[in-house]
């Protein structure tokens, strides 16, 4: 299961750790050096703070990719509603699904908001009807499905710490 690391066992991030991150989002393909460079600190130091925020669960560094330039059918949002008792048990084998690449848990109309990449219409069917339904305490599930990406921007920076 994601989040192992407790989070009172984390140390706070700082003003480093942020423009670090900030860098980061802009272009994850910057090497260690060019972000030493960038900040005016050592190579060291920067492999070091991102090591702890990668293995903190700060961030994690992947190629993010358009599910529907690479072949992928049916790709989109399935919001489910649960029995609230076994939500842990629904969001636990939910991860377990490998279309499903994203899950939450949210307010509002539903309990879990989860994404999906299937490459074709009945693998999205089978992974309704035949995985997510089987779950016990699944009651119900919205599909949208996703048209075309019109705006997918990841650099958004890190909250100010202060009020």
Known sequence: MQGMNSEKNKKSIDDTDRKIIALLQKDGRLS???IAKELGVS??????RLNRLINEEYIQI????NPLKLGFKAVGVLNIHVDIKKIDHVTEELQKLKPVWFVVRTTGDSDIYTEFV???IEELDDLIYKKIYKIDGVIRTETSLILQYN?????WGVADPTP
């Open 118 to 120: 299937a490459t074709s």
């Open 43 to 48: 190579e060291a130091t920067v492999r070091t």
């Open 62 to 65: 992947v190629a993010v990719s």
């Open 32 to 34: 260690n050096t060019m």
């Open 151 to 155: 705006k997918r921007q990841y650099d």
